[in-house]
């Protein structure tokens, strides 16, 4: 039998305040989403000036990661090099900005950031992903 990490409330506000730091060291209005492996919402920030509807994007994108056990980047270019086939998969926010929390070579949570261009959302949630390092 196998076991796994998983996140704890101190690592889950880890996560969120390296996110939040990254967006704000760079101006920008974002909300970040975590996830546990299983791609269920365990918190959810949304800082002043976001969109209101980046909580949604957010936490789909978080969802994304964890269960497709990728970065979100992944599918936004698997659809952009012409697999458009892929935009009717049963999944939302196929876009860049959702990064997996790996530990031990699995994936045990992830972060989902929306609000800024997509080389931001990746930026901010490498930057939270990183805390757990």
Do not use: C, Y
């Amino acid at each position: 039998m196998k076991t796994q990490a998983v996140l704890e409330l101190s690592d889950v506000n880890r996560l969120l305040d390296a996110g939040q730091q990254e967006a704000e060291a760079n101006g920008w209005a974002v909300t970040i989403a975590v996830a546990d492996a299983g791609g269920h919402l365990l918190g959810l920030r949304r800082l002043d000036g976001a969109a209101p509807f980046s909580a949604g994007i957010a936490t789909e994108k978080a969802r994304n990661a964890a269960i497709g056990r990728k970065e979100t980047q992944a599918f936004e270019d698997m659809i952009n090099n012409g697999r458009t086939a892929f935009v009717s998969a049963p999944m939302q926010a196929l876009l860049a900005g959702g990064v997996p929390v790996i530990v031990e070579g699995n994936v045990i949570a992830s972060v989902g950031v929306s609000g800024v261009k997509p080389d931001q959302d990746v930026q901010v949630a490498k930057a939270a992903v990183a805390a757990l390092a």
